[in-house]
């Protein structure tokens, strides 16, 4: 079973400790906003939330604010476990970019007055919620102006500048931080098994965000995405005109994870350069590849390494500004094969 709660959140603490003291003292608000980028644990923190909330049990178990929890084992928590609690009601749309103003007059305005059936609260969960439309947002707005006492709306965004002031104004909002290097690799290695070194690479590759890193740990897609890459900067250095374009061609196929590409290049670079700097293996994060990034490392002057490491994120802001997709990979591969001839 997925583990649930908050005692089963990586990282996070402020967050976590806000809504506990708030839950353990009463003084809940009647809309929250939770933000954070996809993958970062919003919808975990708040399921969490509405879980501590509806707990039979959360209220007489806790001693301290920091223990308000769920559970888990009452009736309240058996149902929201199972997607089935009268009073957790979770928004859902039809179509994938837009949450329209009917959804939500359906599932929120025109249900909000019903009070509870089983619990003291009735709490509405609406991810993704800078997918309203502004008609949706507006129709949202009178329900969180003058909400029903028992009513708890906690909105889900990846992008909360999408959303108008007014919904913002009277929401608390939280917004979830990228996690420390070291919270992502401790729960790859323990709760995942993965080893040191693949947990390294990953933790860095994730930026922060656990989701990113489980991903990339368990995507099948990703591991072969990861070692394509690696063959390539073996191989860059003599390759010519036609098999770069072959190269360029191999990365289009797969053109939504592009930005994965240019990350691992940039580990990749970063870590030639560091080496170069120090001399020293330990803070690598392709560790297990010391004896090519040593002949990287000496082939190539800081400031080739440099200027690939520019190239990259030349290479990602013309791609975000649409430039001709095979022309801004081919101008970066041959910048990465000019500055770095090992």
């Given at each position: 079973?997925?583990?649930?709660?908050?005692?089963?959140?990586?990282?996070?603490?402020?967050?976590?400790?806000?809504?506990?003291?708030?839950?353990?003292?009463?003084?809940?608000?009647?809309?929250?906003?939770?933000?954070?980028?996809?993958?970062?644990?919003?919808?975990?923190?708040?399921?969490?939330?509405?879980?501590?909330?509806?707990?039979?049990?959360?209220?007489?178990?806790?001693?301290?604010?920091?223990?308000?929890?769920?559970?888990?084992?009452?009736?309240?928590?058996?149902?929201?476990?199972?997607?089935?609690?009268?009073?957790?009601?979770?928004?859902?749309?039809?179509?994938?970019?837009?949450?329209?103003?009917?959804?939500?007059?359906?599932?929120?305005?025109?249900?909000?007055?019903?009070?509870?059936?089983?619990?003291?609260?009735?709490?509405?969960?609406?991810?993704?919620?800078?997918?309203?439309?502004?008609?949706?947002?507006?129709?949202?707005?009178?329900?969180?102006?003058?909400?029903?006492?028992?009513?708890?709306?906690?909105?889900?965004?990846?992008?909360?500048?999408?959303?108008?002031?007014?919904?913002?104004?009277?929401?608390?909002?939280?917004?979830?931080?990228?996690?420390?290097?070291?919270?992502?690799?401790?729960?790859?290695?323990?709760?995942?098994?993965?080893?040191?070194?693949?947990?390294?690479?990953l933790s860095s590759f994730a930026q922060g965000n656990l989701g990113?890193?489980?991903?990339?740990?368990?995507?099948?897609?990703?591991?072969?995405?990861?070692?394509?890459?690696?063959?390539?900067?073996?191989?860059?250095?003599?390759?010519?005109?036609?098999?770069?374009?072959?190269?360029?061609?191999?990365?289009?196929?797969?053109?939504?994870?592009?930005?994965?590409?240019?990350?691992?290049?940039?580990?990749?670079?970063?870590?030639?350069?560091?080496?170069?700097?120090?001399?020293?293996?330990?803070?690598?994060?392709?560790?297990?590849?010391?004896?090519?990034?040593?002949?990287?490392?000496?082939?190539?002057?800081?400031?080739?390494?440099?200027?690939?490491?520019?190239?990259?994120?030349?290479?990602?802001?013309?791609?975000?500004?649409?430039?001709?997709?095979?022309?801004?990979?081919?101008?970066?591969?041959?910048?990465?094969?000019?500055?770095?001839?090992?």
């Amino acid at each position: 079973m997925i583990a649930r709660g908050f005692r089963s959140i990586i990282g996070h603490k402020d967050v976590i400790r806000h809504l506990q003291t708030a839950a353990a003292s009463g003084r809940v608000s009647h809309a929250y906003l939770i933000s954070g980028e996809p993958g970062c644990g919003k919808t975990m923190v708040a399921e969490a939330f509405a879980e501590a909330l509806l707990c039979e049990q959360a209220a007489v178990r806790a001693k301290t604010p920091e223990q308000f929890d769920a559970c888990l084992s009452c009736s309240s928590c058996k149902k929201a476990i199972s997607d089935n609690h009268p009073d957790l009601i979770r928004v859902i749309h039809e179509k994938p970019n837009v949450i329209s103003v009917g959804e939500i007059r359906q599932q929120v305005v025109g249900t909000v007055e019903i009070r509870p059936y089983s619990a003291s609260r009735k709490i509405y969960l609406i991810p993704e919620a800078e997918k309203m439309n502004e008609q949706a947002q507006n129709a949202l707005l009178k329900t969180i102006e003058e909400p029903p006492e028992y009513a708890l709306i906690l909105l889900l965004s990846s992008s909360p500048e999408s959303l108008l002031p007014t919904i913002r104004s009277r929401c608390v909002e939280l917004n979830l931080h990228p996690l420390p290097d070291r919270d992502i690799m401790e729960y790859l290695t323990g709760e995942m098994h993965l080893p040191d070194y693949e947990a390294k690479m990953l933790s860095s590759f994730a930026q922060g965000n656990l989701g990113r890193a489980v991903y990339a740990a368990t995507d099948e897609t990703f591991a072969e995405r990861k070692n394509k890459t690696l063959g390539l900067v073996r191989t860059l250095h003599c390759l010519d005109t036609a098999s770069i374009a072959e190269a360029v061609r191999l990365i289009k196929e797969d053109r939504a994870k592009v930005d994965e590409v240019l990350d691992l290049l940039l580990m990749w670079y970063r870590d030639v350069l560091l080496y170069k700097a120090t001399k020293e293996i330990d803070q690598l994060i392709f560790s297990n590849e010391i004896i090519l990034i040593q002949d990287q490392a000496k082939a190539a002057s800081y400031e080739e390494l440099q200027e690939i490491l520019t190239a990259i994120d030349r290479c990602r802001l013309r791609l975000r500004a649409n430039v001709n997709f095979e022309l801004a990979l081919e101008l970066l591969l041959e910048c990465i094969k000019e500055n770095c001839n090992a």
